[in-house]
């Protein structure tokens, strides 16, 4: 396999056609600290921070970045970059501090003040409904294995689109559903930590139900686009053998498929097939879960090469390295390979044709090794991860694939879930000592690539 990720100097211009828009994302409980302000309710990703040994390095979220009171100054990151937009989390536990019932004023009017100053520094607010932190009762009453719960957040995304939906006009209502249902609840590397195996397919389906009940929310309130953002994968098979290709087949079904399938075709695929439980749907489900969403928003890191499951295993797949690929700082599994990029956005509009409404990319970036301290960080690693992967933007685009927006996660350093402070993706270091924000060498030179792209 070629990989081109390492013959792209940070003076290269991707070639990027006019008119694609841009944005930079981060995710409520990464960035804002504060946990016990402002009115806020315990969420799963509080419980799973406060398990010893989940996080590593028994790293917190609390203070982090501590955007909470510093989002002025991601704002003005925002600005200086010269993003047409900021894709931000709103958290649930802000505004319905209980998940249901009560809706606190100050989460509401913390999230007003960052959608007035994005607007007043010219970027458009983008906002996530759901980033992975459900609130802890619900968890209580079943989680996302619970349908009630599809119902929870439909009152939560009117509650919030009640009073932002005046200035906010473009929303996502989930983010990655497949990592919430595979990591949080099959197999618990992710809160809220179950391990219930094809048992957690149900908060697949209850995700995607939220996510139709929101989009029909959010349309009411004024909302002019609308849609979720799935994690794709492209998934290869270690070898030709029929063993090899099945194991692919059956992991492209349970990672890609089973989120794409029923948004964009309001079918889901063949589960039987590969001996799982139906999912529990019901009449009506399927119309709201495809019902048009404006653009599909994909969220892509990497590939993923998988082999026939071991004897015994639990699952019909294994996961193993990308052979001959450099890595990000996550390692193996984590391999740099932009042309996959290209090959999934073409593959999508194979596969779904017209059904498939304008692309978003609503997250792609890269991890590395980087100083604790503030500093000027010279990420070249980064600046040729995201050349490479702009290129096979622009490549897709090429080959016919409507990409109307590139976003990078992520704007600043942040919480790395159950990696904590291990990893940053930042386009902006943050010291956690002092929460002092310091533009990598890469945020510079992406400012020159929105640029020259504009000109
Ligand atoms: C998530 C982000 C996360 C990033 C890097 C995505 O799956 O949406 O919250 O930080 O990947 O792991």
Not at 335 to 358: F, H, K, N, S
């Amino acid at each position: 396999m070629t990989d081109h990720s390492t013959d792209i100097s940070p003076g290269t211009q991707p070639r990027i056609p006019h008119g694609i828009r841009w944005s930079a994302a981060t995710a409520a409980f990464q960035i804002e600290g504060a946990r016990d302000q402002g009115g806020r309710g315990r969420t799963i990703w509080d419980d799973f921070v406060d398990t010893p040994g989940a996080v590593i390095d028994g790293a917190t979220a609390d203070p982090g970045p501590g955007s909470y009171h510093r989002f002025h100054e991601d704002v003005d990151l925002a600005k200086r970059l010269g993003l047409d937009r900021y894709r931000f989390g709103i958290s649930w536990a802000r505004i319905v501090p209980d998940g249901s019932g009560t809706v606190n004023r100050q989460g509401l009017d913390y999230y007003s003040r960052l959608v007035d100053a994005l607007i007043e520094a010219g970027v458009t607010p983008f906002p996530t409904l759901y980033h992975w932190d459900l609130p802890s009762p619900l968890e209580a009453a079943g989680g996302w294995l619970n349908r009630d719960t599809a119902y929870r957040l439909e009152e939560y995304a009117a509650a919030i689109s009640g009073h932002l939906g005046d200035r906010v006009k473009h929303w996502y209502t989930i983010n990655e559903p497949a990592m919430t249902a595979l990591e949080g609840y099959a197999i618990g590397t992710l809160a809220p930590a179950r391990q219930e195996l094809f048992g957690a397919l149900p908060a697949a389906h209850h995700q995607l139900l939220a996510h139709g009940l929101a989009m029909r929310v959010l349309r009411e309130a004024g909302a002019e686009q609308v849609g979720l953002t799935n994690n794709h994968t492209l998934v290869r098979p270690q070898s030709d053998s029929p063993e090899d290709m099945m194991a692919a087949g059956a992991y492209n079904m349970i990672h890609n498929r089973v989120f794409a399938d029923p948004v964009l075709t309001g079918q889901y695929p063949e589960l039987a097939a590969l001996g799982l439980p139906e999912m529990p749907t019901q009449p009506g489900d399927m119309e709201l879960i495809s019902a048009g969403p404006d653009f599909y928003g994909v969220n892509y890191y990497n590939p993923t090469t998988v082999a026939a499951a071991p004897e015994g295993s639990p699952l019909p797949f294994d996961l193993v390295p990308t052979p001959g690929a450099e890595t990000t700082g996550f390692g193996e599994m984590w391999p740099i390979v932009p042309e996959a990029l290209t090959a999934m956005l073409t593959g999508l509009r194979d596969d779904y044709g017209d059904a498939l409404p304008p692309i978003i990319i609503a997250e792609n970036g890269a991890s590395f090794p980087e100083p604790d301290r503030a500093a000027k960080i010279d990420d070249t690693n980064r600046i040729s991860y995201l050349a490479g992967h702009i290129q096979a933007v622009a490549n897709a685009i090429a080959a016919g694939v409507n990409v109307e927006e590139y976003t990078v996660w992520s704007l600043i350093d942040n919480f790395e879930w159950a990696a904590g402070y291990t990893q940053r993706f930042g386009l902006t270091h943050v010291d956690y000592e002092t929460g002092e924000r310091t533009p990598k060498v890469s945020f510079d030179w992406l400012c020159g690539v929105i640029e020259r792209s504009r000109t």
